[in-house]
């Protein structure tokens, strides 16, 4: 068999069936009407097409485990071209929210915001942010997606702050010298916190030009 026209022949497997499942989901059906009834992408309709759209992608995955990715990017792609208001990227974040296991069970116990964006910003979370912020009413029905965006950039500056501080500067009170007793006495110390105390490559080359001068002088 010719390879070019195996590869369409797969292709249009593909398609045939995403239309088949389609047609056989009575819910689907069901969905996007309420969608385009509602023209508002915000509204609870569209939340319900991505529940949908997950569990239907559940029962490709049993009845045709091969070609399950696939079906179901062709299924996203037509039901985007049903639903005026809606486009691909839109409909994979809906997916997305829908299939997200801790978003799921935290919506069914009415603990989350119930607007589809919101619930995609939440989706960029690991499950134990998204329990942590949760259980401390951080995150709760009532948030605004401003709300959600700025405690997504706090979050993300804190991850990102350590990077920041990799070393310390530290001095003694009064510009006092440090022998080598109190060296070792900080150095244990720091040892402990899990630190370890740091000499620039420089400070150390300057120590050792001063020792030398001092030798040559005496």
Do not use: C
């Given at each position: 068999?010719?390879p070019?026209e ?9 398609q045939?069936l995403?239309?088949?499942y389609?047609?056989q989901?009575?819910?689907?059906i069901v969905?996007?009407?309420d969608?385009?009834t509602?023209?508002d992408?915000q ?18 995955e049993?009845d045709?485990?091969?070609l ?10 037509r ?7 809606a486009d691909?990227n839109?409909?994979n974040?809906?997916v997305k929210?829908a ?5 799921t ?17 939440l ?12 259980t ?6 009532t948030?605004?997606r401003k ?5 997504l950039a ?13 070393r310390?500067v530290?001095k003694r ?5 440090i ?18 105390l740091y000499?620039p490559?420089s400070?150390?080359r300057e ?6 001068t ?5």
């Amino acid at each position: 068999m010719n390879p070019v026209e195996s590869k369409k022949d797969v292709q249009e497997d593909i398609q045939v069936l995403a239309e088949k499942y389609l047609e056989q989901s009575q819910e689907m059906i069901v969905a996007i009407n309420d969608v385009n009834t509602s023209q508002d992408l915000q509204d609870d309709s569209f939340l319900a097409l991505g529940d949908h759209l997950a569990i239907l992608f559940e029962k490709i995955e049993t009845d045709d485990p091969k070609l399950a990715k696939k079906v179901f990017i062709a299924i996203k792609k037509r039901t985007a071209q049903k639903i005026q208001a809606a486009d691909i990227n839109t409909i994979n974040k809906v997916v997305k929210v829908a299939r997200h296991r801790l978003i799921t069970q935290y919506r069914k116990e009415q603990r989350l915001p119930n607007r589809w964006g919101s619930l995609y910003l939440l989706t960029s979370l690991s499950e134990e942010q998204l329990h942590h912020h949760v259980t401390n009413n951080d995150i709760s029905p009532t948030s605004t997606r401003k709300q959600l965006q700025d405690l997504l950039a706090q979050i993300k500056g804190d991850r990102a702050s350590p990077s920041k501080w990799k070393r310390l500067v530290i001095k003694r009170q009064g510009d006092k010298d440090i022998t080598l007793d109190d060296k070792a006495e900080l150095e244990k110390w720091l040892a402990q916190k899990g630190w370890e105390l740091y000499v620039p490559k420089s400070k150390i080359r300057e120590h050792n030009v001063k020792a030398n001068t001092l030798g040559d002088d005496a």
